[in-house]
């Protein structure tokens, strides 16, 4: 059974920084892309980053620059660095993994396309 589990969401300040974690057992997590999206309220599920299993990564307009994805095979965890964070990035971080693709941004997370999420976390910023 596949479970992702993240962790460190919180609040923090505008300016400050948050990185986030996601640990999953239950498949072959070194040859799976992974990546992160968020859900603001009112806003729609966004894509915000994605590893590929060789390493590759991408970024969504709304976090380049500011945003950092890395994983760690060895850990099976995948993370978002989150610096220079602003209120608007206020919203829940959901991890996922194995996507058939990488949509930019539908209704509502977690949607069906992809089968594995994590729970999310709460990511609140404060001006």
């Known amino acids: 059974e596949v479970h992702l589990v993240e962790s460190g969401g919180g609040s923090v300040q505008a300016g400050g920084s948050r990185r986030l974690s996601c640990t999953a057992s239950?498949?072959?997590?070194?040859?799976?892309?992974l990546g992160w999206y968020r859900q603001a309220p009112g806003n729609e599920c966004e894509l915000v980053s994605t590893i590929s299993s060789d390493g590759s990564t991408y970024y969504a307009y709304s976090g380049k620059g500011r945003f950092t994805i890395s994983r760690d095979n060895a850990k099976n965890t995948v993370y978002l660095q989150m610096n220079s964070l602003k209120p608007e990035d206020t919203a829940v971080y959901y991890c996922v993994a194995d996507p058939p693709e990488w949509l930019r941004s539908v209704g509502s997370c977690p949607f069906v396309t992809i089968r594995y999420w994590g729970q999310g976390t709460q990511v609140t910023v404060s001006s």
């Open positions: 239950g498949f072959s997590f070194d040859e799976t892309d």
